[in-house]
């Protein structure tokens, strides 16, 4: 039985973050995934947001960026537009077989080992802590030990279950349709598109441009028995700004797969176990954006292991939550205060189903704060057209960068 300081279980983002910075800080770290090839197949729309990274010094490869976004158009019953250019919603996409294999790369490059087509079955465990744990590998059955383990096993993670913690609600889980589509005629190259409606129920659909005529489509939704597959296809053939745009294209790769909603849980560490990325919901909960949220997050899971090792304290990750809300906390509450106002405005009875979209397109654009209840609530009873200038005379008071027209 091989002993090591930290095993990370999962090669995402997530996993590869905390074995970089768990290896880099001294420690003995096996990394190991399940898939045959890192990054594949890509469960993911490919937007990563410009202000993160920077922040944070994730260092994107040049080779895994497709394209650079100028901002974000938000549809709201197909007629009405929220163009957002501020530098929120400025964001690059990116190619997830490339991106995530740099940064499992990085990974090894910092010394942490890396197995891939290695699965992990089952662990022994002694109260709540983590003794050993077996792998299948190929056709061999690997089993270690491990001081910490750092679960980076994604929204179904297996540690979970095997420790008791609670599982993601339904609600709590958006389920995407998708594929990367060629030959488009995009309506706005060099921009995301978010469409808000009745067709796309609790969620959105999305267009991410990849170059001039390819792009990442999709429809993902929140809490529903049946998957937006049901409605996909008839979505892009049927919806009128999104139809003219695919008509004429191809799917060359689908990308579908189910992503936390639920911000961030709290009961991220049990025992000497450390979850992170989607196993512990860390994304940006609005709009479900996790790559980068859970590199960052990996990486302060394994600095954080690296201090209950070289201390002797295992008992040190217990803080793991702490640092979180110390880095990420402020931006994972904005998220989440703007994802709950969202789900309290779609699921409301008294305001009208066109205005449930309007006010969600208003809230999930940032262009207005959600913690402005008294603006929401004013907006409900106003036509339109008067929602257009008060959202209008409210821009041009904050000097926010974006615009609120009719189509
Ligand atoms: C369709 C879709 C669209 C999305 N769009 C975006 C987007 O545009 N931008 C964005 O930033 N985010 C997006 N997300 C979310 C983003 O993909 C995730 O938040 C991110 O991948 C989370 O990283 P992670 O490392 O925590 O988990 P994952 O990337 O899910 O990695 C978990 C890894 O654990 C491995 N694993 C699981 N179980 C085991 C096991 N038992 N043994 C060994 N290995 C195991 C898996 O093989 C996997 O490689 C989207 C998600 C979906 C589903």
Same mark, same amino acid.
């Given at each position: 039985m091989r002993e090591y300081d930290v095993l990370v279980i999962g090669a995402g983002p997530g996993g590869s973050g905390a074995a970089k910075s768990a290896a880099e800080n001294g420690l003995k770290t096996l990394c190991i995934d399940k898939k045959l090839v890192i990054g594949s197949p890509v469960e993911c729309g490919e937007a990563v947001g410009m202000s993160l990274p920077k922040e944070f010094n994730i260092k994107i490869a040049p +080779?895994? #960026?497709?394209l650079k976004h100028d901002g974000t158009v938000f549809w709201a019953n197909q007629n009405i537009k929220i163009d957002n250019y501020s530098e929120i919603w400025k964001s690059m996409s990116v190619n997830r077989h490339i991106l995530d294999k740099t940064f499992a790369h990085e990974a090894v490059k910092s010394g942490a080992k890396l197995i891939v087509s290695a699965e992990f079955v089952d662990a022994k465990i002694e109260g709540n802590r983590v003794i050993s744990v077996d792998i299948r590998h190929m056709n061999k059955k690997l089993k270690v030990k491990p001081k910490i383990v750092i679960a980076a096993d994604g929204l179904n993670s297996k540690m979970a279950e095997l420790l008791g913690r609670r599982k993601f609600k339904s609600i709590e889980i958006g389920k995407v349709a998708g594929y990367e589509m060629t030959n488009m005629k995009l309506a706005e190259p060099k921009k995301i598109q978010m469409f808000f409606e009745d067709m796309c129920g609790m969620g959105y659909g999305y267009i991410i441009p990849k170059s001039k005529t390819t792009a990442n489509v999709g429809l993902g939704s929140l /809490?529903?028995?049946?998957?937006p597959w049901d409605v996909f296809d008839e979505f892009l053939e049927d919806h009128p700004i999104i139809s003219p745009q695919v008509k004429d294209a191809s799917i060359i790769e689908v990308k579908t797969g189910f992503a936390p909603i639920s911000g961030p849980l709290s009961e991220n560490v049990i025992g000497n176990t450390i979850f992170v990325g989607d196993a512990a919901g860390?994304?940006? !909960?609005? #709009? /479900?954006? /996790?790559a980068i949220p859970s590199q960052i997050c990996g990486r302060l899971a394994g600095l954080i292991s690296a201090q209950a090792i070289k201390n002797n304290k295992i008992e040190i990750i217990n803080n793991y939550q702490k640092t979180i809300k110390e880095t990420l906390g402020p931006l994972f509450n904005h998220c989440d205060k703007i994802r709950e106002k969202i789900i309290e405005t779609w699921t !409301? +009875?008294?305001?009208p189903a066109e205005k449930r979209y309007l006010i969600g397109t208003i809230l999930v654009s940032e262009i207005v704060p959600p913690e402005l209840g008294e603006f929401f609530e004013n907006l409900i009873g106003l036509d339109e057209q008067t929602i257009i200038t008060e959202v209008s005379k409210f821009l041009n008071k904050e000097k926010i960068k974006a615009k609120i027209m009719k189509n």
């Amino acid at each position: 039985m091989r002993e090591y300081d930290v095993l990370v279980i999962g090669a995402g983002p997530g996993g590869s973050g905390a074995a970089k910075s768990a290896a880099e800080n001294g420690l003995k770290t096996l990394c190991i995934d399940k898939k045959l090839v890192i990054g594949s197949p890509v469960e993911c729309g490919e937007a990563v947001g410009m202000s993160l990274p920077k922040e944070f010094n994730i260092k994107i490869a040049p +080779e895994a #960026v497709n394209l650079k976004h100028d901002g974000t158009v938000f549809w709201a019953n197909q007629n009405i537009k929220i163009d957002n250019y501020s530098e929120i919603w400025k964001s690059m996409s990116v190619n997830r077989h490339i991106l995530d294999k740099t940064f499992a790369h990085e990974a090894v490059k910092s010394g942490a080992k890396l197995i891939v087509s290695a699965e992990f079955v089952d662990a022994k465990i002694e109260g709540n802590r983590v003794i050993s744990v077996d792998i299948r590998h190929m056709n061999k059955k690997l089993k270690v030990k491990p001081k910490i383990v750092i679960a980076a096993d994604g929204l179904n993670s297996k540690m979970a279950e095997l420790l008791g913690r609670r599982k993601f609600k339904s609600i709590e889980i958006g389920k995407v349709a998708g594929y990367e589509m060629t030959n488009m005629k995009l309506a706005e190259p060099k921009k995301i598109q978010m469409f808000f409606e009745d067709m796309c129920g609790m969620g959105y659909g999305y267009i991410i441009p990849k170059s001039k005529t390819t792009a990442n489509v999709g429809l993902g939704s929140l /809490g529903i028995k049946e998957t937006p597959w049901d409605v996909f296809d008839e979505f892009l053939e049927d919806h009128p700004i999104i139809s003219p745009q695919v008509k004429d294209a191809s799917i060359i790769e689908v990308k579908t797969g189910f992503a936390p909603i639920s911000g961030p849980l709290s009961e991220n560490v049990i025992g000497n176990t450390i979850f992170v990325g989607d196993a512990a919901g860390q994304n940006l !909960s609005h #709009v /479900g954006e /996790g790559a980068i949220p859970s590199q960052i997050c990996g990486r302060l899971a394994g600095l954080i292991s690296a201090q209950a090792i070289k201390n002797n304290k295992i008992e040190i990750i217990n803080n793991y939550q702490k640092t979180i809300k110390e880095t990420l906390g402020p931006l994972f509450n904005h998220c989440d205060k703007i994802r709950e106002k969202i789900i309290e405005t779609w699921t !409301s +009875e008294e305001i009208p189903a066109e205005k449930r979209y309007l006010i969600g397109t208003i809230l999930v654009s940032e262009i207005v704060p959600p913690e402005l209840g008294e603006f929401f609530e004013n907006l409900i009873g106003l036509d339109e057209q008067t929602i257009i200038t008060e959202v209008s005379k409210f821009l041009n008071k904050e000097k926010i960068k974006a615009k609120i027209m009719k189509n």
